[in-house]
């Protein structure tokens, strides 16, 4: 065999490994959703979704958990939303390049980086001490909110940046103010990419357990939380509880409350990638 | 109409110098607890102790094994995540059709979009039992299936920031290659991968760093027995476990114990500080600039 056929033998021999490669993380993917389905999905019934949490397996349900993972959700959203986005557009629009405006880019970047269970420790401190709010539901939504902070604030800018500077300068030359060029001009192009970030981000918030179980929230609260100082259980904290009893039973309730999980994650991430696809359709500069 | 747009502006601007507060609030919270922490333990014992038994009557506070335990999940995630992640960057650009590529890679990212707790049971229930099936004395809680589904679940991240990395290359590098007469795999290795190797480097720090504060799949399927060792085998804790632990117990606000989470926290964020931090100095200095 000539040199140059070793090195296409080499070529190709890659070319196989590549496909391999990408195809296996999503195999097991899909080995795993199918076992998961498999195993949970013949204990999804209205029982399974209207009951109130047990120690008995066979009669436990996971309605308190979907309703709290439901009102974090909208606290979150509700918190992060208008922050996140204020935040973006000030960087984005506002700032001028100085030190300070630098250090903040780079506090943001830092931020996202901060391990979820680390953001546990200051809502633990911050809000259930300091604050006194206790184990609630609002202090669980505090504490994801300033978890997916840093990914609304990128996602904001990013949409901010793709509306091209003559609308702008067409909005100014029309005699409009900063604020108006922004209000009526930028945020309205841009609300869509916005809107995709925001969504994504609050669909990490909803797979959270790790800041959660670190402020207090219990994995068995009796009761569908009914304002916002309640305490509260969320959906992977129920999972996890489950996950770690021996009773076979038991890991049969994580697996169903796993699909439902998994639906609103998948649910949440579907609008996001629709919403996307609209926007790039929609608009074209 | 001036004072309103000064008092939105002033709004606005307050709402991003609360990531500065909360900067402040995170490192604050952590130093106060440990300050406290190591007015009890000193440095030294925390250092240098192999043992981390806080909350038994023979109280020792090394932070070692919970290190140990990280850095040994860490490990095995990022060997499995590199090899494959780097794999599919350089397939998607040097191989793959530009239409298979925009399939594909929203599909990765669902890997990503997994919750944790669910890669947890994940390892907990079918990757465990499968290895057990030709590793015997694999133990029911073990670094290696924590690491391994970690590792799966950060593919996307390293694929993507390398991928990203790759296809920055100018096209007259790669074209040239192909005039000397190399094959894509020659190409690939001798050009691109070097001349994309900081950003590759950066999205295996940003890997690292995710995989050291990776919290449940390792409270799931890894154990919670710190422990000083780099067998795979054995049930481990790592340092995000010990805090979901001491969290799960009923250990009395102020006490010793208590302060032990802060004290494992402020270890936990300094890593993952210097590792960010690193990343970015990085991406600064050596990002290559073709023009």
């Not at chain 1, 990408?22 to 993917?29: A, C, P």
């Not at chain 2, 997994?114 to 990757?127: D, E, H, R, S, W």
Request: glycine content about 6%; aromatic content about 10%.
């Amino acid at each position: 065999m000539t040199n140059s056929e070793k090195n296409r033998l080499k070529d190709k021999a890659f070319q196989v490994f590549g496909v391999f490669c990408t195809f296996i993380g999503l195999v097991v993917l899909a080995i795993f959703l199918i076992d998961i389905v498999i195993e949970g999905i013949a204990r999804i019934d209205w029982d399974f979704l209207t009951s109130l949490p047990s120690r008995r397996a066979a009669s436990a349900g996971i309605l308190t958990a979907w309703a709290g993972t439901i009102w974090i959700l909208i606290l979150s959203a509700l918190i992060a939303f208008p922050l996140g986005i204020a935040a973006g557009v000030y960087l984005e629009e506002y700032a001028k390049k100085t030190k300070l405006s630098n250090f903040l880019e780079i506090n943001i970047a830092n931020l996202a980086g901060v391990p979820s269970i680390i953001y546990g420790l200051l809502g633990l401190e911050l809000f259930v001490r300091f604050m006194k709010l206790g184990g609630s539901l609002l202090a669980g939504a505090l504490t994801l909110s300033l978890l997916i902070l840093p990914i609304i604030i990128v996602t904001t800018r990013e949409a901010i940046r793709a509306v091209p500077r003559t609308i702008r300068d067409g909005s100014f030359a029309l005699g409009a103010s900063k604020w108006q060029t922004v209000w009526y001009q930028v945020l309205p192009s841009s609300f869509g990419g916005i809107l995709t970030g925001v969504i994504l981000a609050l669909s990490r918030a909803v797979g959270e357990a790790a800041p959660l179980i670190v402020i207090g929230a219990l994995a068995y609260v009796p009761f569908v939380p009914s304002s916002p100082m309640d305490e509260f259980t969320v959906l992977p904290i129920q999972i996890f509880n489950w996950t770690s009893r021996p009773q076979a039973a038991f890991l049969t309730n994580a697996a169903a409350a796993i699909i439902i999980l998994l639906l609103i994650t998948f649910l949440l991430n579907g609008v996001a990638v629709y919403l996307r696809h609209r926007q790039q359709k929609k608009i074209k500069w | 109409m001036r004072v309103q747009e000064k008092i939105i502006e002033s709004l606005l601007w307050l709402s991003a110098a609360i990531t500065i507060l909360i900067t402040i609030s995170i490192v604050w919270v952590l130093l106060s607890e440990s300050v406290l922490f190591f007015s009890e333990v000193s440095l030294v014992r925390f250092l240098t102790e192999k043992e981390w038994t806080p909350l038994f009557a023979d109280k020792k506070f090394g932070i070692l094994p919970l290190v140990a335990g990280t850095f040994l999940t860490t490990v095995i995630a990022i060997a499995v995540a590199l090899p494959i992640g780097l794999t599919i960057a350089i397939y998607l650009n040097e191989y793959a059709h530009a239409r298979f590529k925009t399939y594909i890679k929203p599909l990765l990212e669902v890997l990503a979009t997994i919750p944790t707790v669910v890669y947890g049971f994940f390892a907990l229930t079918v990757v465990t039992p499968f290895l057990q099936s030709f590793i015997p004395g694999l133990a029911g809680f073990n670094a290696l299936s924590a690491g391994i589904v970690m590792g799966i679940m950060i593919i996307p991240m390293i694929s993507s920031l390398s991928e990203d990395a790759i296809s920055a290359v100018p096209r007259s590098l790669r074209e040239a290659a192909y005039g000397m007469g190399s094959t894509r795999l020659q190409t690939a290795f001798g050009v691109m991968v070097p001349a994309a190797s900081s950003g590759i480097l950066v999205s295996v720090i940003l890997a690292i760093s995710r995989a050291v504060g990776e919290t449940m799949i390792v409270a799931i399927a890894a154990g919670q027995q710190p422990r000083l060792t780099l067998n795979p085998f054995v049930p481990i804790e790592t340092i995000t476990t010990y805090i979901v632990q001491v969290s799960l117990g009923d250990v009395p606000h102020g006490s010793l114990e208590y302060r032990t989470i802060f004290a494992a926290g402020m270890t936990l964020f300094v890593f993952t500080f210097i590792l960010n931090n690193l990343s970015f100095w990085i991406k600064k200095k050596y990002q290559e600039k073709y023009d």
